[in-house]
Nanobody
Framework: QVQLVESGGGLVQAGGSLRLSCAAS????????MSWYRQVPGKQRELVASIGSGGGTIYADSLKGRFTISRDNAKNMVYLAIDSLKPEDTAVYYCKYSGYSITSWGQGTQVTVSS
């Protein structure tokens, strides 16, 4: 199995920036996809961004330009940098690992943006 631990969330003012981190451990395959999702109460969990082992990225169209996903394979870390934060970005952000026959989720980290 793969365990994920997110960190870096917190309370920030609109217009600020934040970087979230996700540390992976366990049976990590060399070929995998790491993703960030977010969820607010009463709404579906939505994909923010994904990054493959080779560095290829996919972003939600509405978030392109403000969100940047990156990874450090040697450290089994994935990051999500958020710029120009908006109150609408307030959510619990989750890290997701997708490998062969395995999908794992982290516990989530809260991001709250004040106006």
């Amino acid at each position: 199995q793969v365990q994920l631990v997110e960190s870096g969330g917190g309370l920030v003012q609109a217009g600020g920036s934040l970087r979230l981190s996700c540390a992976a451990s366990g049976s990590i395959r060399s070929i995998n996809t790491m993703s960030w999702y977010r969820q607010v109460p009463g709404k579906q969990r939505e994909l923010v961004a994904s990054i493959g082992s080779g560095g290829g990225t996919i972003y939600a169209d509405s978030l392109k330009g403000r969100f940047t996903i990156s990874r450090d394979n040697a450290k089994n870390m994935v990051y999500l940098a958020i710029d120009s934060l908006k109150p609408e970005d307030t959510a619990v952000y989750y890290c997701k690992y997708s490998g062969y026959s395995i999908t794992s989720w982290g516990q989530g980290t809260q991001v709250t943006v004040s106006s």
